[in-house]
T-cell receptor, first 112, second 118 residues
Protein backbone atom coordinates (compact mmCIF):
# COMPACT_ATOMS: atom_id res chain seq x y z
CA UNK A 1 0.00 0.00 0.00
CA UNK A 2 1.19 3.50 -0.77
CA UNK A 3 -0.90 4.99 1.99
CA UNK A 4 0.91 7.02 4.57
CA UNK A 5 0.70 6.57 8.28
CA UNK A 6 -0.29 9.20 10.75
CA UNK A 7 0.16 9.29 14.45
CA UNK A 8 -1.33 9.55 16.82
CA UNK A 9 -4.56 8.01 15.53
CA UNK A 10 -6.45 10.03 18.11
CA UNK A 11 -5.51 13.02 20.20
CA UNK A 12 -7.47 14.69 22.97
CA UNK A 13 -6.35 18.04 24.36
CA UNK A 14 -7.79 21.00 26.17
CA UNK A 15 -8.53 24.30 24.56
CA UNK A 16 -5.47 26.52 24.48
CA UNK A 17 -3.01 23.66 24.23
CA UNK A 18 -0.98 22.87 21.15
CA UNK A 19 -1.72 19.82 19.02
CA UNK A 20 0.96 18.02 17.05
CA UNK A 21 0.29 15.27 14.57
CA UNK A 22 2.76 13.42 12.42
CA UNK A 23 2.65 11.88 8.99
CA UNK A 24 5.00 9.43 7.32
CA UNK A 25 4.90 8.51 3.66
CA UNK A 26 6.61 6.02 1.43
CA UNK A 27 7.47 7.51 -1.94
CA UNK A 28 9.17 10.54 -3.45
CA UNK A 29 6.79 13.47 -3.49
CA UNK A 30 6.17 16.75 -5.24
CA UNK A 31 4.51 18.28 -2.23
CA UNK A 32 2.65 17.37 0.92
CA UNK A 33 -0.69 18.78 1.91
CA UNK A 34 -2.76 18.75 5.04
CA UNK A 35 -6.53 18.55 4.95
CA UNK A 36 -9.14 18.75 7.65
CA UNK A 37 -12.39 16.81 7.79
CA UNK A 38 -15.25 17.56 10.12
CA UNK A 39 -17.32 14.53 11.05
CA UNK A 40 -19.42 13.33 8.15
CA UNK A 41 -18.24 16.08 5.84
CA UNK A 42 -15.83 16.60 2.99
CA UNK A 43 -12.22 17.69 3.30
CA UNK A 44 -10.90 21.22 3.43
CA UNK A 45 -7.41 22.07 2.23
CA UNK A 46 -5.33 23.65 5.00
CA UNK A 47 -1.77 24.06 3.84
CA UNK A 48 0.72 22.83 1.26
CA UNK A 49 4.45 22.44 1.63
CA UNK A 50 6.68 21.80 -1.34
CA UNK A 51 9.30 19.09 -1.33
CA UNK A 52 12.08 21.70 -1.28
CA UNK A 53 10.64 23.50 1.74
CA UNK A 54 11.31 22.56 5.34
CA UNK A 55 8.78 24.64 7.25
CA UNK A 56 5.72 26.66 6.50
CA UNK A 57 3.31 28.73 8.57
CA UNK A 58 -0.29 29.75 8.06
CA UNK A 59 -2.04 31.43 10.96
CA UNK A 60 -2.04 28.98 13.87
CA UNK A 61 -0.72 26.18 11.65
CA UNK A 62 2.90 25.19 11.33
CA UNK A 63 3.98 22.42 9.02
CA UNK A 64 7.40 20.85 8.79
CA UNK A 65 8.71 18.47 6.17
CA UNK A 66 11.72 16.16 6.34
CA UNK A 67 12.11 14.46 3.00
CA UNK A 68 15.10 12.42 4.21
CA UNK A 69 12.85 10.79 6.80
CA UNK A 70 9.77 10.95 4.59
CA UNK A 71 7.83 12.60 7.36
CA UNK A 72 5.86 15.73 8.12
CA UNK A 73 4.27 17.25 11.16
CA UNK A 74 1.35 19.59 11.64
CA UNK A 75 1.27 21.80 14.69
CA UNK A 76 -1.89 23.65 15.67
CA UNK A 77 -1.15 26.27 18.28
CA UNK A 78 -3.59 27.62 20.87
CA UNK A 79 -6.20 25.08 19.90
CA UNK A 80 -9.91 25.84 19.99
CA UNK A 81 -12.94 23.62 20.36
CA UNK A 82 -13.71 24.39 16.72
CA UNK A 83 -10.46 22.67 15.72
CA UNK A 84 -12.06 19.33 16.62
CA UNK A 85 -11.87 17.29 13.42
CA UNK A 86 -9.86 14.64 11.63
CA UNK A 87 -6.66 15.75 9.97
CA UNK A 88 -5.13 14.00 6.97
CA UNK A 89 -1.86 14.43 5.22
CA UNK A 90 -1.86 13.88 1.47
CA UNK A 91 1.03 13.39 -0.87
CA UNK A 92 1.38 13.63 -4.60
CA UNK A 93 4.02 11.36 -6.02
CA UNK A 94 6.73 12.57 -8.33
CA UNK A 95 5.72 11.82 -11.89
CA UNK A 96 2.09 11.16 -11.11
CA UNK A 97 0.72 14.60 -10.54
CA UNK A 98 -2.88 13.52 -10.75
CA UNK A 99 -3.28 11.49 -7.63
CA UNK A 100 -3.23 12.30 -3.96
CA UNK A 101 -2.52 9.57 -1.45
CA UNK A 102 -4.04 10.23 1.93
CA UNK A 103 -2.66 9.21 5.27
CA UNK A 104 -4.65 7.31 7.84
CA UNK A 105 -5.65 10.46 9.69
CA UNK A 106 -5.53 11.83 13.22
CA UNK A 107 -8.77 12.46 15.07
CA UNK A 108 -8.35 15.56 17.19
CA UNK A 109 -10.70 16.33 20.05
CA UNK A 110 -10.37 19.72 21.71
CA UNK A 111 -12.32 20.07 24.92
CA UNK A 112 -13.25 23.21 26.81
CA UNK B 1 -12.77 30.03 -2.59
CA UNK B 2 -13.53 27.10 -4.86
CA UNK B 3 -16.82 25.44 -4.02
CA UNK B 4 -17.79 21.88 -4.85
CA UNK B 5 -21.35 20.75 -4.35
CA UNK B 6 -22.17 17.08 -3.91
CA UNK B 7 -25.71 15.73 -3.98
CA UNK B 8 -27.41 13.94 -2.36
CA UNK B 9 -25.84 14.13 1.07
CA UNK B 10 -27.52 10.94 2.17
CA UNK B 11 -29.32 8.16 0.36
CA UNK B 12 -30.94 4.97 1.58
CA UNK B 13 -31.88 2.43 -1.02
CA UNK B 14 -32.92 -1.17 -1.41
CA UNK B 15 -30.49 -3.80 -2.53
CA UNK B 16 -30.40 -4.11 -6.32
CA UNK B 17 -31.24 -0.51 -7.11
CA UNK B 18 -28.89 2.00 -8.72
CA UNK B 19 -27.91 5.26 -7.11
CA UNK B 20 -26.54 8.35 -8.83
CA UNK B 21 -24.38 10.88 -7.02
CA UNK B 22 -23.63 14.27 -8.54
CA UNK B 23 -20.57 16.41 -8.05
CA UNK B 24 -20.55 19.99 -9.30
CA UNK B 25 -17.88 22.65 -9.26
CA UNK B 26 -19.85 25.85 -8.68
CA UNK B 27 -17.41 28.65 -9.33
CA UNK B 28 -14.65 27.11 -11.39
CA UNK B 29 -14.16 24.72 -14.25
CA UNK B 30 -12.87 21.35 -13.16
CA UNK B 31 -11.00 19.51 -15.86
CA UNK B 32 -10.38 16.69 -13.41
CA UNK B 33 -12.63 15.25 -10.75
CA UNK B 34 -11.91 12.45 -8.33
CA UNK B 35 -14.13 9.97 -6.54
CA UNK B 36 -13.17 8.55 -3.17
CA UNK B 37 -14.66 6.06 -0.80
CA UNK B 38 -14.25 6.31 2.94
CA UNK B 39 -15.09 3.71 5.56
CA UNK B 40 -15.81 4.76 9.15
CA UNK B 41 -12.80 6.19 10.92
CA UNK B 42 -10.59 5.37 7.97
CA UNK B 43 -8.83 7.31 5.29
CA UNK B 44 -9.98 8.14 1.79
CA UNK B 45 -9.39 5.56 -0.89
CA UNK B 46 -9.29 6.83 -4.45
CA UNK B 47 -11.74 5.00 -6.67
CA UNK B 48 -11.29 6.75 -9.97
CA UNK B 49 -10.04 9.84 -11.73
CA UNK B 50 -12.42 11.52 -14.12
CA UNK B 51 -11.32 13.83 -16.91
CA UNK B 52 -13.86 15.88 -18.79
CA UNK B 53 -14.77 14.36 -22.10
CA UNK B 54 -12.87 11.13 -21.64
CA UNK B 55 -13.27 7.81 -19.88
CA UNK B 56 -12.53 7.62 -16.20
CA UNK B 57 -9.39 5.93 -14.95
CA UNK B 58 -10.21 3.41 -12.25
CA UNK B 59 -7.94 2.31 -9.45
CA UNK B 60 -6.98 -1.30 -9.15
CA UNK B 61 -9.73 -3.36 -7.61
CA UNK B 62 -12.54 -0.94 -8.44
CA UNK B 63 -15.14 -2.40 -10.78
CA UNK B 64 -15.85 0.06 -13.57
CA UNK B 65 -19.12 -1.63 -14.46
CA UNK B 66 -20.21 -1.35 -10.86
CA UNK B 67 -19.23 2.26 -10.37
CA UNK B 68 -20.09 4.19 -13.52
CA UNK B 69 -18.51 7.61 -13.81
CA UNK B 70 -19.51 10.27 -16.28
CA UNK B 71 -17.78 13.64 -16.61
CA UNK B 72 -19.81 15.23 -19.37
CA UNK B 73 -19.01 18.85 -18.66
CA UNK B 74 -16.37 20.97 -16.98
CA UNK B 75 -18.58 21.43 -13.94
CA UNK B 76 -20.32 18.10 -13.47
CA UNK B 77 -19.27 14.54 -12.77
CA UNK B 78 -21.59 11.76 -11.72
CA UNK B 79 -20.98 8.45 -9.99
CA UNK B 80 -23.62 5.76 -10.40
CA UNK B 81 -23.50 2.79 -8.10
CA UNK B 82 -25.23 0.10 -10.11
CA UNK B 83 -27.17 -2.74 -8.53
CA UNK B 84 -26.15 -1.62 -5.08
CA UNK B 85 -25.64 -4.16 -2.33
CA UNK B 86 -25.13 -3.74 1.42
CA UNK B 87 -21.37 -4.00 1.02
CA UNK B 88 -21.49 -0.86 -1.12
CA UNK B 89 -22.70 1.11 1.88
CA UNK B 90 -20.09 3.75 2.54
CA UNK B 91 -19.27 7.44 2.47
CA UNK B 92 -18.49 8.61 -1.06
CA UNK B 93 -16.65 11.89 -1.57
CA UNK B 94 -15.86 13.73 -4.76
CA UNK B 95 -13.24 16.35 -5.35
CA UNK B 96 -12.44 18.68 -8.20
CA UNK B 97 -9.29 20.29 -9.43
CA UNK B 98 -8.99 23.39 -11.57
CA UNK B 99 -6.37 23.52 -14.35
CA UNK B 100 -4.40 26.19 -12.49
CA UNK B 101 -4.08 23.84 -9.51
CA UNK B 102 -2.61 20.97 -11.51
CA UNK B 103 0.98 21.66 -10.51
CA UNK B 104 0.13 21.81 -6.82
CA UNK B 105 -2.59 19.19 -7.09
CA UNK B 106 -4.85 20.97 -4.65
CA UNK B 107 -8.28 19.42 -4.65
CA UNK B 108 -11.57 20.90 -3.50
CA UNK B 109 -13.96 18.47 -1.91
CA UNK B 110 -17.68 18.00 -1.86
CA UNK B 111 -19.44 17.36 1.44
CA UNK B 112 -19.81 13.66 0.74
CA UNK B 113 -22.69 11.24 0.27
CA UNK B 114 -23.61 8.67 2.88
CA UNK B 115 -24.97 5.62 1.03
CA UNK B 116 -26.86 3.00 2.99
CA UNK B 117 -28.02 -0.08 1.11
CA UNK B 118 -30.64 -2.16 2.89
Amino acid sequence: SQQGEEDPQALSIQEGENATMNCSYKTSINNLQWYRQNSGRGLVHLILIRSNEREKHSGRLRVTLDTSKKSSSLLITASRAADTASYFCATGRTGTASKLTFGTGTRLQVTL
Amino acid sequence: GAVVSQHPSRVICKSGTSVKIECRSLDFQATTMFWYRQFPKQSLMLMATSNEGSKATYEQGVEKDKFLINHASLTLSTLTVTSAHPEDSSFYICSARAPEDLAKNIQYFGAGTRLSVL
